[in-house]
């Protein structure tokens, strides 16, 4: 009896730390983002159950936050070796990133886990590294008011640029506080020069970058500042220029002072929120009379990568790989009016404005140069500094691009 006691106390024992072995064993692995806000409550965290459900030994804590404050934790985490294992990214951040030793190559992960990586249709790189796959990629086509363009004359949307020109003239009427286009180029906060100037350049073709260096004096830049000198000339864009922002000009679209704004996809949904009577239209973005190519658009994502201090890499990995599946990424593309960027995720076309989206990106190109370019919130900044000068008659469009590629030099 003794020895038969004896053994079933050394089962309970080796139970007990079987249990204790394998809640030490367990893998915990921070997130951090700042998506969970702007996805309705309670979807991201779901996802990250759904995960930990699939991968028992893994949990994830998500660290979210808004834009602004995500990107101010990311630079503290990098400076002092604390990122998160899993970091939600923007593409103007990670060159400086991956400089620093803050985010690792996704080369060496994707390759150890055997993950085919031709379902994913781009990933972001630097130095020939690939450091950030952007999970889903909001494009910034343009918007139409159609009564305003409809009480204006105008009754096809514009495909070239003296076609938009011609259509923000008739748009205009300065007694309503009316006007034909909006263009937000704050130096505070200056995406409006990668959203709303250089998209003018990619819609055509163009390149502000030639092997990866500054090349803003080539014709198309110049071609470009004139063409948007003209169109302030003319009186089309709204006032204020200097002083607007991002939110600035969608709030000007949504409450009908303007008739035309190039802006992300995602915006679509907070014009409907405002007004579910606006009745607006979607576009490629107007190219240079002659180019036939494939238009430009300019994009932003939620772009994902790994910390380079993370003892967890391999786990990292397996939450993205997640991530990136055409369920879960098809899902997050939905609840986002985003573009998802595994190439067997079919988005939900059933809203005619995402299908209309869907349609221009299939037939464009996604192209942001500013994506893994170093500083590329100063370099935006560099060139609108530029422009304001430009703008208030200090200087021709030739001499603006060749003080930016002087700037933009000195950062590269």
Do not use: C
Request: charged share 20%.
């Amino acid at each position: 009896m003794k020895f038969r006691s004896v053994t079933l106390l050394g089962a309970a024992t080796a139970a007990l730390m079987l249990s204790v072995g394998g809640a030490a064993a367990q893998t915990n692995i921070e997130f951090i983002q700042w998506w969970e806000p702007e996805l309705p409550p309670g979807f991201l965290r779901g996802i990250m159950d759904d995960f930990e459900a699939a991968n028992p030994d893994i949990k994830v804590t998500l660290i979210s936050g808004p834009f602004a404050t995500t990107r101010d934790q990311v630079a503290v985490g990098a400076a002092s070796g604390t990122l998160s294992d899993v970091v939600g990214l923007d593409g103007a951040w990670v060159n400086s990133l991956y400089q620093q030793g803050a985010i690792t190559s996704l080369d060496a992960l994707i390759e150890g886990a055997g993950y085919d990586a031709s379902q994913v249709s781009t990933m972001v790189s630097v130095d020939g590294t690939n450091v950030m796959i952007p999970l889903v990629s909001g494009v910034y086509p343009l918007f139409i008011n159609l009564d305003i363009a409809e009480a204006a004359g105008v009754t096809e949307i514009p495909s070239t640029r003296t076609e938009f020109a011609e259509a923000a003239k008739k748009m205009t009427d300065p007694s309503k506080n009316q006007y034909g286009w909006v263009l937000p180029l704050s130096l505070q906060t200056a995406n409006g020069v990668q959203n709303d100037v250089m998209s003018w350049l990619w819609a055509s073709g163009g390149h502000m970058l030639a092997d990866g260096k500054p090349n803003l004096e080539n014709e198309g830049v110049v071609d470009t500042l004139n063409f948007l000198s003209e169109l302030n000339q003319a009186g089309v864009i709204s006032p204020g220029i200097f002083a607007k922002s991002e939110q600035d000009k969608v709030e000007e679209f949504a409450s009908g002072r303007v008739g035309m704004m190039i802006s992300a996809f995602v915006h679509a949904n907070l014009i409907r929120e405002r007004d579910p009577n606006l009745r607006f239209a979607l576009a490629a973005l107007p190219a240079v009379e002659g180019y036939e190519g494939r238009r430009g658009l300019a994009f932003a994502s939620w772009g994902i990568g790994v910390s380079e201090g993370s003892e967890n890499k391999e786990e990292a990995w397996k939450l993205i790989e997640y991530l990136l599946t055409p369920e879960i990424n098809a899902r997050i593309a939905a609840q986002t009016n985003m573009v998802p960027v595994n190439v067997n995720a079919t988005p939900d076309l059933s809203d005619p404005v995402v299908a209309s989206t869907f349609e221009i990106v299939q037939s464009g190109s996604l192209i942001n140069e500013f994506v893994g370019a170093p500083v590329a919130e100063e370099l935006m900044r560099d060139f609108g500094i530029e422009m304001q000068k430009q703008f208030e008659g200090g200087q021709a469009a030739a001499e603006a691009a060749a003080n930016a590629q002087k700037a933009w030099l000195a950062r590269f």
